[in-house]
T-cell receptor, first 119, second 113 residues
Framework: GAVVSQHPSWVICKSGTSVKIECRSLDFQATTMFWYRQFPKQSLMLMATSNEGSKATYEQGVEKDKFLINHASLTLSTLTVTSAHPEDSSFYIC???????????????FGEGSWLTVV | KQEVTQIPAALSVPEGENLVLNCSFTDSAIYNLQWFRQDPGKGLTSLLLIQSSQREQTSGRLNASLDKSSGRSTLYIAASQPGDSATYLCAVILGQAGTALIFGKGTTLSVSS
């Protein structure tokens, strides 16, 4: 079945550096992918909608210059946390939907998630 | 604005008990509702998907119901096992496929042997 792969699963970085997280749809094309963030004991919150070939759409309160999203191909979206700070430490997860009934239709598939710790 | 609430926030039960997790949403105009499981340090696993036109879905020991008019869904777990220990998330999707989900904060379940 359709699978969404996210990498890395765990990352520790120093404050002030940038971290890139990749989200790949392995056997289907996804014109739209979503990025979520989850702080401890909080619900998953939508950060942005990643659109292939165009700019991402950010939710209110999410800094687009800090969380750079690139959806350069139909199978890959990347989230770059720039100038990371300890308060950016969180669980980041992406999702995608095949759309094509032969590839899972409207089922939403999630990546495995990425745990970011900024020290 | 759609809000999703899950009660209780945490639940501890002995092995073998049947239990119910609750989810409520403020806007009944949903496209579908999904229940997910999240293990510590892991991503999400989809458990059950209920379309807005459906009343319930079953998978093994899990049964999810949906009452759109009252804005409620329940996840029933029969004969709980220690392996069921995880955080259970409820999420609604408002529009067509390809739109985002709105999640509750989850219910953390602990099943003791």
């Amino acid at each position: 079945g359709a699978v969404v792969s996210q990498h890395p699963s765990w990352v520790i970085c120093k404050s002030g550096t940038s971290v890139k997280i990749e989200c790949r749809s392995l056997d289907f094309q996804a014109t739209t992918m979503f990025w979520y963030r989850q702080f401890p004991k909080q619900s998953l919150m939508l950060m942005a909608t990643s659109n292939e070939g165009s700019k991402a759409t950010y939710e209110q309160g999410v800094e687009k210059d800090k969380f750079l999203i690139n959806h350069a191909s139909l199978t890959l979206s990347t989230l770059t946390v720039t100038s990371a700070h300890p308060e950016d430490s969180s669980f980041y997860i992406c999702s995608a939907t095949p759309g094509d009934a032969r590839r899972g239709g409207n089922t939403i598939y999630f990546g495995e998630g990425s745990w970011l710790t900024v020290v | 604005k759609q809000e999703v609430t899950q009660i209780p926030a945490a639940l501890s039960v002995p092995e073998g008990e049947n239990l119910v997790l609750n989810c409520s949403f403020t806007d009944s105009a949903i496209y579908n509702l999904q229940w997910f499981r999240q293990d510590p340090g892991k991503g999400l696993t989809s458990l059950l998907l209920i379309q807005s036109s459906q009343r319930e879905q079953t998978s093994g020991r899990l049964n999810a119901s949906l009452d759109k008019s009252s804005g409620r869904s329940t996840l029933y777990i029969a004969a709980s096992q220690p392996g069921d220990s995880a955080t259970y998330l409820c999420a609604v999707i408002l529009g067509q496929a390809g739109t985002a989900l709105i999640f509750g904060k989850g219910t953390t379940l602990s099943v003791s042997s």
